[in-house]
């Protein structure tokens, strides 16, 4: 069982910044990638930022410059620090993780989401 809690979502005005953090827990042998996606109302949800392991990272075309993914491997976390935060970036924001459990067994955690708005 492995557990993603999410935290630092709420309403911040247009071009302010949050930073939401992701940690995993549970039986984890290793984490390979770790993400972030979000899920506007009424859209699809689609991929903010990755990184892995080693500390590369991915960004959609629409927050490069403006968002930031880190991750701890010791403590099995991960950050997304958002700033210039847009009214367009509203949505629901969920932590992705790519988890070997065991030498056989490999998943992917999703964590329960965490609202951001950005609205005046």
């Known amino acids: 069982q492995v557990q993603l809690v999410e935290s630092g979502g709420g309403l911040v005005q247009p071009g302010g910044s949050l930073r939401l953090s992701c940690a995993a827990s549970?039986?984890?042998?290793?984490?390979?990638?770790m993400g972030w996606y979000r899920q506007a109302p009424g859209k699809q949800r689609e991929l903010v930022a990755t990184?892995?392991?080693?500390?590369?990272?991915e960004y959609a075309d629409s927050v490069k410059g403006r968002f930031t993914i880190s991750n701890d491997n010791a403590k099995n976390t991960v950050a997304l620090q958002m700033n210039s935060l847009e009214p367009e970036d509203t949505a629901v924001y969920y932590c992705?993780?790519?988890?070997?459990?065991?030498?056989?067994?490999?998943?992917?955690?999703w964590g329960q989401g965490t609202q951001v708005t950005v609205s005046f």
């Open positions: 990184i892995t392991s080693a500390g590369s990272t």
């Open positions: 992705n993780a790519h988890i070997w459990t065991d030498r056989y067994t490999y998943r992917v955690a």
């Open positions: 549970g039986s984890i042998l290793r984490l390979n990638d």
